[in-house]
Structures are given as C-alpha cells and as structure tokens.
C-alpha cells in the first residue's frame, strides 16, 4: 500500500519515511501542500496521505477540504500531522474531512497501529466496492459497472481515434439444460462459461453479466476483424468445454454471438453499439445458433 507524507519539516519527514518504509509501505516525500496536492488529485493517487497542518503552499486541512469536494472514486484515508492540541484544533481538523489526527511529538508505534487502522478501512472499502460491482454467481462485472466501464473505454476510443469491439453472446437452448438438470447445474454451467470467456479474452478486455445466460464483452482497440477472431475463439472454446457432474455426466453448452466494432473517429454511442451488437446476435439465433453473426455496417 502506497502512503503520502507531506511536511515542510526535512528532518521530521526523514524519520517519517524511515519509519513507513520499516513497516513495508511504499512512501511517497512531498515537501510542501502544493507537491502533496499534484500526486493527490492523480487518478492513481495513494490510499493513506499523512499530511503535516502547517507546510508552504496548501495546508493538511486545506488538502482535506479539497479531496473530500472532489469525491474521487477511490477513498484517501487521511492522518493530519501537527503540534495543535487544544480540542478545537482537534474539532477543525476532522471536520476538515481528515480522518485521524496525531499531535507531535509522536510515538512510532502509536503512528504504525493508526496506519493499520486506515489500511483496513482502505481494505473494506474496497470489498465493498468489488462486491457492489460484480455479478455474485460468475464473479464478472455486474451490468451497471460494465456499462460504467464501457462508457469510460468508449470516451478514451473517441479521444483517441481507436476502435473499439463489443461481442454479446448468448448460451444456447440454456433453459433446456435448468429444465433437465435443475438450476444448481445451470449455476455451474454459467460459472464455467465465465471462466471460458474470460480465459479467451486479452489481459485488457473486460466481461460482463448482461443478464441471465447472456454475457457482453469490451475489446479496447480490437477492429472488427479482431473482435470477430476472438469471438469465434470464444466459440470453440465453450463448444468443446464440459461441465462434469458428480456421477461423471458431462454437459455441454455452445453460444450465438453478436458482433459489432466502433471505427476510429466515430461518435457512436453504448446504447448504438449494444444495439448492434444485439441485432447481430438475433440474427444468429435465428441462423440456427452455434455462430458469430457480425452487425450491419450501417
């Protein structure tokens, strides 16, 4: 876990990362508010920040105000660092949005179990955020978040003159397999086709649950042709898996897939592209299933 420490103190700030380097955290020295501010309003920003009250530039309770207004998406646990001690000091800085308030001279073991506290404050909030964004039986994202996720992917393809392929694919005559089995079965026969999609996949593309035995994936970057090769990937991939009972039965699945890709310099939007992509995939139901069906270029 990464940890700011910002002070204007040179001596105080050294035995600051002696200590937190000691300990098994990666550090991050800023000398003044300003410096503390430019690494914390990055996207990929540390998770605790130590900040001293007094420093050049912003001030620890300035920081503060400021972070909590922006709201980022990933939570700073933030420990105010000074020599105030009267309760009203102590009443500015929380309400300033800090989190924890250690007055100086301080005692390192005191400052090491603080940390501890933030980290596992760090730690459950980001389980809660896994769990509000993942589908509970695959473990894939949910399909809010993937719809999230695609809206950034399609704002970064637009910017950037790049494609990007969305694939929607659909397990085949899946209620067959609820009705002969029962749903305990079809519940392991999606958690293996998750498994197998995802495995087909790039390390940079994503997947989701669209709903019920229907899945969608984002390829950032992939052109048609591209998008079309890994979804025939896909296709042969789960036509050849087997979901192995415990009396050694073997089920099988296969999927229809609908393709469609967003060209370079297209102001295409998700719901356009979804579409598409889901129009392709009708029609390889209708086709007879077990295939990749490419939208309309239109």
Same mark, same amino acid.
């Given at each position: 876990?990464?940890?700011?420490?910002?002070?204007?103190?040179?001596?105080?700030?050294?035995?600051?990362?002696?200590?937190?380097?000691?300990w098994g955290y990666e550090v991050i020295l800023c000398r003044n508010g300003d410096e503390a501010w430019a690494v914390l309003e990055q996207e990929n920003r540390p998770n605790i920040a130590?900040?001293?009250?007094?420093?050049?530039?912003?001030?620890?309770?300035?920081?503060? @105000?400021?972070?909590?207004?922006?709201?980022?998406?990933?939570?700073? &646990?933030?420990? +105010?660092?000074?020599?105030?001690?009267?309760?009203?000091?102590?009443?500015?800085?929380?309400?300033?949005?800090?989190?924890? &308030?250690?007055?100086?001279?301080?005692?390192?073991?005191?400052?090491?179990?603080?940390? =501890?506290?933030? @980290?596992?404050?760090?730690?459950?909030?980001?389980?809660?955020?896994?769990?509000?964004?993942?589908?509970?039986?695959?473990?894939?994202?949910?399909?809010?978040?993937?719809?999230?996720?695609?809206?950034?992917?399609?704002?970064?393809?637009?910017?950037?003159?790049?494609?990007?392929?969305?694939?929607?694919?659909?397990?085949?005559?899946?209620?067959?397999?609820?009705? =002969?089995?029962?749903?305990?079965?079809?519940?392991?026969? +999606?958690?293996?086709?998750?498994?197998?999609?995802?495995?087909?996949?790039?390390? &940079?593309?994503?997947?989701?649950?669209?709903?019920?035995?229907?899945?969608?994936?984002?390829?950032?970057?992939?052109?048609?042709?591209?998008?079309?090769?890994?979804?025939?990937?896909?296709?042969?991939?789960?036509? @050849?898996?087997?979901?192995?009972?415990?009396?050694?039965?073997?089920?099988?699945?296969?999927?229809?897939?609908?393709?469609?890709?967003?060209?370079?310099?297209?102001?295409?939007?998700?719901?356009?592209?979804?579409?598409?992509?889901?129009?392709?995939? &009708?029609?390889?139901?209708?086709?007879?299933?077990?295939?990749?069906?490419i939208a309309d270029s239109k």
């Open positions: 876990m990464r940890i700011l420490i910002a002070d204007d103190d040179l001596l105080s700030l050294r035995i600051l990362n002696d200590y937190i380097n000691s130590i900040l001293d009250w007094m420093m050049p530039g912003l001030e620890g309770v300035q920081i503060c @105000e400021r972070l909590r207004k922006m709201n980022p998406s990933r939570y700073v &646990y933030v420990i +105010l660092l000074t020599a105030r001690s009267k309760t009203e000091d102590v009443i500015k800085g929380l309400d300033s949005g800090a989190d924890d &308030y250690i007055i100086k001279p301080f005692h390192p073991e005191e400052l090491k179990y603080r940390l =501890r506290i933030g @980290e596992r404050i760090i730690e459950l909030e980001q389980r809660i955020i896994s769990m509000a964004s993942t589908d509970y039986l695959t473990g894939l994202l949910n399909r809010r978040a993937f719809m999230e996720r695609l809206e950034a992917e399609i704002n970064r393809a637009q910017r950037g003159y790049n494609h990007l392929g969305i694939i929607i694919a659909d397990l085949d005559h899946f209620k067959d397999i609820n009705d =002969r089995y029962g749903h305990q079965v079809g519940d392991r026969v +999606l958690q293996d086709a998750s498994r197998c999609l995802t495995s087909a996949c790039r390390v &940079y593309d994503f997947v989701g649950r669209y709903g019920g035995e229907e899945f969608i994936i984002c390829l950032p970057g992939a052109n048609i042709n591209e998008t079309c090769n890994i979804a025939e990937r896909m296709r042969n991939m789960l036509r @050849e898996q087997r979901t192995v009972l415990a009396d050694n039965t073997e089920v099988g699945v296969t999927a229809s897939f609908g393709i469609a890709d967003m060209s370079s310099g297209s102001a295409m939007s998700s719901d356009d592209l979804i579409k598409k992509a889901d129009d392709a995939l &009708y029609q390889a139901k209708g086709k007879g299933r077990n295939q990749v069906v």
